[in-house]
């Protein structure tokens, strides 16, 4: 092996080994308070969807998951948005994002209830799941809406700045009424890798998460860390534009280390009664 190889490998082990720590310390805090028990790691990303933390997302606030957990009582999750949510190619309900990342989610937060509603709607454009997202609340009352969005605004070339005013307004609403929300963005595919109207999307979500201060899922990021580092690998379907089976267990792998990393970066400590 050398000399460059060698330091990367090095770097991912210790990365990987610096977030297992991690998980380690916060599990152990969260089993601290009585009727709360926590594994003593959570399950680290698999060997094909691993990329570097910072390809995933940056660590953001989500103050109503953390009182959710703190009071240990159910943490109800909303799943919203499009094909990549609804879950087209996946082989059943059970391969879905959703439904992998409530199992993930659950197993790294032993004694603690998951319950992911998924209402994800094939070809959606950011203003419709908007008109969606307040009745979908009132009915659900989620701790925590995850709006995966983006692709389809692209490809509609829906213009930025009212992608933009939508996707702030729904937020400032979410706000409002004491819901987190997590943005989960587009995918990574050849196809428009060099669409300048796919960036331009791209771009205000990263814009948005950063001045609104919420945790923003870089899917496009992670996916084209696996596409670059893993040529064997497929994560997209024969129309590369909906996710297969691999795409769905990364997609589900990189939202629950986003959400998790969050909340021990933040400090959530569950309190005794």
């Not at 509609?156 to 989960?184: H, Y």
């Not at 769905?248 to 400590?269: D, N, P, T, W």
């Amino acid at each position: 092996m050398g000399i460059g190889m060698a330091r990367k490998a090095t770097g991912g082990l210790a990365e990987r080994t610096a977030l297992a720590l991690a998980f380690a310390i916060f599990a152990s805090a969260f089993s601290s308070a009585e009727e709360a028990p926590a594994p003593a790691m959570a399950p680290p990303l698999s060997a094909s969807c691993y990329v570097p933390a910072s390809d995933i997302a940056a660590p953001a606030s989500l103050p109503n998951v953390a009182a959710a957990l703190q009071e240990r009582r159910t943490v109800r999750i909303l799943a919203i948005g499009s094909s990549s949510t609804s879950g087209v190619g996946a082989p059943s309900n059970g391969k879905s994002y959703s439904s992998q990342l409530e199992q993930i989610l659950e197993h790294a937060l032993k004694g603690v209830d998951i319950e992911i509603i998924n209402r994800g709607v094939t070809g959606e454009v950011a203003e419709t799941t908007a008109e969606r997202v307040k009745s979908e609340v009132v009915i659900n009352r989620p701790d925590l809406v995850l709006w995966q969005l983006g692709t389809n605004d692209a490809l509609a070339r829906i213009d930025p700045g009212d992608f933009e005013a939508t996707v702030r307004s729904t937020i400032g609403w979410l706000k409002e009424n004491r819901i987190d929300v997590v943005l989960v963005g587009q995918q990574y595919t050849t196809r428009f890798a060099r669409d300048a109207n796919y960036s331009a999307i791209r771009d205000s979500l990263q814009r948005i998460a950063a001045e609104e201060n919420i945790l923003y899922v870089r899917r496009y990021d992670a996916m084209r860390f696996i596409a670059k580092a893993h040529a064997n690998l497929e994560l997209m379907s024969r129309d590369n534009f909906h996710l297969n089976d691999l795409g769905y267990q990364c997609m589900a792998e990189h939202v629950a280390h986003a959400v998790i990393v969050s909340l021990f970066v933040k400090g959530v400590r569950p309190t005794k009664d």
